[in-house]
T-cell receptor, first 113, second 113 residues
Framework: DVKVTQSSRYLVKRTGEKVFLECVQDMDHENMFWYRQDPGLGLRLIYFSYDVKMKEKGDIPEGYSVSREKKERFSLILESASTNQTSMYLC????????????FGQGTRLTVV | EDQVTQSPEALRLQEGESSSLNCSYTVSGLRGLFWYRQDPGKGPEFLFTLYSAGEEKEKERLKATLTKKESFLHITAPKPEDSATYLCAVQGGSGTGGFKTIFGAGTRLFVKA
């Protein structure tokens, strides 16, 4: 079975801190994604990567950056955390470009105070 | 504009009371329609992929169907353990636009014993 592992289930950070969210997948998938999920808004794509060192902005990239130095690892960085970045963050990986399902991690609940 | 709308927002059923969840979508060049189950505080878990109108897939008490404009997730004789949020997502288009998946806001299902 595909396994996508996020480094933390819960995080509490202070406003202005730099925050790193880590995600590792074990199925050699080319494509990896970061979403945030908020009540009533569904999942919104922050960034995605289709290869090592490649990244593309999603729908809401402002205030975030990403890093993919190895195929199995995709990191989301909050450069200077703000309270409006309090959310559930979900990492996902997928085997090919189109028509295949994504596999999600367990999520990281981030609270910025 | 590509869009996914799920209804109802919430559905309360008695154990054994069959019903359907709706996912209406607008997308150019459907590449795939996906159903996921999400339990509270966890990441979405993949259920089904449908590719073309008329296609149906089943898993235990769940059956997913697809037309050109919508998909239904039929739940037959639900049990309390079927309580969860069910997410619908579509992938379509071409180029990098076909790379992204659009999620609906989900239907929260409650099944009472």
């Amino acid at each position: 079975d595909v396994k996508v592992t996020q480094s933390s289930r819960y995080l509490v950070k202070r406003t202005g801190e730099k925050v790193f969210l880590e995600c590792v997948q074990d199925m050699d998938h080319e494509n990896m994604f970061w979403y945030r999920q908020d009540p009533g808004l569904g999942l919104r794509l922050i960034y995605f990567s289709y290869d090592v060192k490649m990244k593309e902005k999603g729908d809401i990239p402002e205030g975030y950056s990403v890093s993919r130095e190895k195929k199995e690892r995709f990191s989301l960085i909050l450069e200077s955390a703000s309270t409006n970045q309090t959310s559930m963050y979900l990492c996902a990986s997928r085997e090919t470009w189109r028509g295949t399902e994504a596999f999600f991690g367990q999520g990281t609940r981030l609270t910025v105070v | 504009e590509d869009q996914v709308t799920q209804s109802p927002e919430a559905l309360r059923l008695q154990e054994g009371e069959s019903s359907s969840l709706n996912c209406s979508y607008t997308v150019s060049g459907l590449r795939g329609l996906f159903w996921y189950r999400q339990d509270p505080g966890k990441g979405p878990e993949f259920l089904f992929t449908l590719y073309s109108a008329g296609e149906e897939k089943e898993k235990e008490r769940l059956k997913a169907t697809l037309t050109k404009k919508e998909s239904f997730l039929h739940i037959t004789a639900p049990k309390p353990e079927d309580s969860a949020t069910y997410l619908c997502a579509v992938q379509g288009g071409s180029g990098t636009g076909g790379f992204k998946t659009i999620f609906g806001a989900g239907t929260r299902l409650f099944v009472k014993a």
